[in-house]
């Protein structure tokens, strides 16, 4: 079982919809939470992190659930410039051992 | 601010040939990570370091990648001999303690033929 499982995608919405992306992770110690996000043929960039209490920053909304071992990230009112790869990231211990990426959830957002 | 810088940007070379890809980490980070990304395993670890020492290298692939951190603003993969398979792109990230935030370098895109 891979550490980080995302659904590939693509997903295809119009502007303005709401979309969420779900993650599930296999280490159940896994101590740090974050979403990522990546253009195409660019690099990796941090977007948020994610804690167990949820967290928003304008329109992307990320909840955690450490019982299900599950993360969430939700865009609203989407906008063209969100078309990206969302990479779901586990930090399986405290401190700086290294990010463990899923393989990234594809969105396309349509005008 | 510079970011990770690395170097190449593109490199297509023969099977068989030496590749070496440069990375300099984010003046005063600690860590520096070597990821490779492909469409059918995503971003894999391969190596890093702290405080230039190799802290891990269990996701180097084969004993034809190594990689180095002479000093703290510098290190280097290196594939010998190269095969097609190796055909990805490659990440430096580095970040520093206390900061699981890893920042990433705009990555070596590697063909081998």
């Known amino acids: 079982r891979k550490e980080v499982e995302q659904d590939p995608g693509p997903f295809n919405v119009p502007e303005g919809a709401t979309v969420a992306f779900n993650c599930t992770y296999s280490n159940s110690a896994s101590q740090s939470f974050f979403w990522y996000r990546q253009d195409c043929r660019k690099e990796p960039k941090l977007l948020m992190s994610v804690y167990s209490s949820g967290n928003e920053d304008g329109r992307f909304t990320a909840q955690l659930n450490r019982a299900s071992q599950y993360i969430s990230l939700l865009i609203r009112d989407s906008k063209l410039s969100d078309s990206a790869t969302y990479l779901c990231v586990v930090n399986l211990f405290s401190g700086n051992t290294p990010l463990v990426f899923g393989k990234g959830t594809r969105l396309s957002v349509i005008a | 601010d510079a970011g990770v810088i690395q170097s190449p940007r593109h490199e297509v070379t023969e099977m068989g040939q030496e590749v070496t890809l440069r990375c300099k980490p984010i003046?005063?980070?600690?860590?520096l990570f070597w990821y490779r990304q492909t469409m059918m395993r995503g971003l894999e670890l391969l190596i890093y370091f702290n405080n230039n020492v190799p802290i891990d290298d269990s996701g180097m692939p084969e004993d034809r990648f190594s990689a180095k951190m002479p000093n703290a603003s510098f290190s280097t993969l290196k594939i010998q001999p190269s095969e097609p398979r190796d055909s990805a792109v490659y990440f430096c990230?580095?970040?520093?303690?206390?900061?699981?935030?890893?920042?990433f370098g705009q990555g070596t895109r590697l063909t081998v033929v």
């Open positions: 003046s005063g980070h600690d860590y």
């Open positions: 990230a580095s970040s520093w303690t206390g900061r699981t935030e890893a920042f």
